[in-house]
């Protein structure tokens, strides 16, 4: 401990460690408890998914995939330097090394590649991880290959010059025309279908003249009653005046005349003669 109350040394091995500070004057001392834990250097972990990219000149710039970077200091920050390469870029997602419990295992740099200001030909960069008071200091090697679109091209296979063929072709006699025509196709029968038939139109029901369950009624023979003749009226008598006073009464002349006949009745018309009723049951046949 110097004058100004700083604690310095080296510490030798990690771990927790505990001492005593005592202060005193001629008056009174005071003593406290101090704990020091000493930590290990932190080592780097860098982890590439691709080292070796392949383009054709003139492409544009893409993504070089994703280093992950993890260490033994959780929490501890870390940077990243690029040598020799101007084409490879990385960008830190928190820069940290993650904190014991997170979800995270290690931090991620997603690299981008660009080829654009290239010429065809092969490049090489360096990428390295450091952190403050660091074990080690891992670096990671990228290779880039520029085809120029002539060498993409594959080169024409050249096939050996074809052979003449001439066949020799002798008639010794001309073919009939029946040897020419091509033989007869036996082609299967067609298939045999069933001949239609008509259904048979059905019966009419038998009609009945009479209502079924119930007997036959014959007609009645006609009856013809003759007309009765007019009865002869007799002449009613002539009706009496009633007596009148001797002294109004004057002899009244008399007259000598002839009775008329009584006129004929007219004939009264003749009422149509009443038909009975056909009874329910036939009328019974007669004994031969």
């Not at 109350?5 to 091995?13: K, R, Y």
């Not at 408890?33 to 070796?52: D, G, K, N, W």
């Not at 101007?86 to 928190?94: E, I, V």
């Not at 014959?218 to 002449?235: A, D, G, N, T």
Request: hydrophobic share 35%; charged share 25%.
């Amino acid at each position: 401990m110097s004058g100004r109350g700083e604690v310095e040394g080296v510490p030798t091995e990690p771990g927790d460690f505990t001492f005593a500070v005592e202060v005193s004057d001629g008056c009174a001392r005071r003593v406290e408890q101090r704990r020091i834990r000493v930590m290990p250097a932190p080592i780097l972990l860098a982890e590439a998914e691709t080292l070796e990219y392949h383009c054709v000149h003139g492409a544009p710039p893409f993504s070089g995939g994703i280093v992950r970077v993890s260490g033994s200091a959780p929490g501890r920050a870390y940077s990243v330097d690029i040598l020799d390469g101007q084409w490879l870029r990385a960008a830190m997602r928190d820069g940290r090394i993650p904190t014991e419990g997170s979800a995270l295992e290690a931090d991620t740099l997603r690299l981008t590649v660009d080829p654009t200001k290239l010429a065809p030909g092969a490049y090489s960069a360096r990428l390295r991880v450091h952190t403050w008071e660091g074990v080690n200091t891992p670096e990671l090697e990228f290779k880039l290959r520029i085809d120029s679109p002539q060498t993409i091209l594959t080169p024409l296979t050249v096939l050996p010059a074809p052979v003449e063929f001439r066949p020799r072709v002798q008639i010794i006699e001309a073919p009939s025309p029946r040897a020419v025509a091509p033989p007869p196709v036996e082609r299967p029968a067609p298939p045999t279908f069933p001949k239609y038939k008509p259904r048979p139109k059905p019966k009419p029901a038998a009609t009945h003249s009479h209502a079924i369950g119930r007997s036959r009624v014959l007609p009645f023979p006609k009856v013809v009653i003759p007309p009765s003749k007019p009865k002869e009226e007799k002449p009613a008598a002539p009706a009496k005046e009633p007596a009148k006073d001797a002294k109004q009464e004057k002899p009244a002349p008399k007259q000598t005349a002839k009775a008329e006949p009584p006129k004929a009745a007219p004939p009264k018309k003749e009422a149509p003669p009443e038909r009975t009723k056909p009874s329910a049951m036939p009328p019974a046949p007669a004994k031969h």
